[in-house]
Nanobody
Framework: QVQLVESGGGLVQAGASLRLSCAAS????????MGWFRQAPGKEREFVAA????????YYADSVKGRFTISRDNTKNTVYLQMNSLSPEETAVYYC???????????????????WGQGTQVTVSS
C-alpha cells in the first residue's frame, strides 16, 4: 500500500488560489491513478480531480472544471492540485487518494479508493 502525505492547505479569502501537494511513498511507485477528494462538515466525501500516472489523463468534477488543475511530477512521486477562484463553499478537508478504478459511477469512487492521505484543511473566508 502506498502512503500519502498532503500539504499546502490553509486559510484564504474568496477568490484566492492555493496549491495542494501530495507526496507518495512506501513502495515502487506504480499506482494507476491518484487524485483529490474533499469533505465539508456534515457532507459526504466527494471527488474533485484525478490523474493517471501513465499518459497523464485528467478527470475533474464539474464544479471545479476550469478553476482547478491537477498535475504530477513522476520524478518526485508527487501530485499537485492548483485551485483558483476559491469560494467559501469549497471549505473542506481535502484528501489525497490513490488507486481506485475509474469506472462509473463517479459517486462510488470514494468508496473504492485504495489509499488515503490524512487530509489537509482548506478554509475559504468570505
Amino acid at each position: 500500500q502506498v502512503q500519502l502525505v498532503e500539504s499546502g492547505g490553509g486559510l484564504v479569502q474568496a477568490g484566492a488560489s492555493l496549491r495542494l501537494s501530495c507526496a507518495a511513498s512506501g513502495r515502487t511507485f506504480s499506482s494507476y491513478v491518484m487524485g483529490w477528494f474533499r469533505q465539508a462538515p456534515g457532507k459526504e466525501r466527494e471527488f474533485v480531480a484525478a490523474i493517471k500516472w501513465s499518459g497523464g489523463s485528467t478527470y475533474y468534477a464539474d464544479s471545479v472544471k476550469g478553476r482547478f488543475t491537477i498535475s504530477r511530477d513522476n520524478t518526485k512521486n508527487t501530485v499537485y492540485l492548483q485551485m483558483n477562484s476559491l469560494s467559501p463553499e469549497e471549505t473542506a478537508v481535502y484528501y489525497c487518494a490513490a488507486d481506485w478504478p475509474l469506472s462509473p459511477p463517479r459517486s462510488s469512487w470514494s468508496q473504492r479508493v485504495g489509499s488515503w492521505g490524512q487530509g489537509t484543511q482548506v478554509t475559504v473566508s468570505s
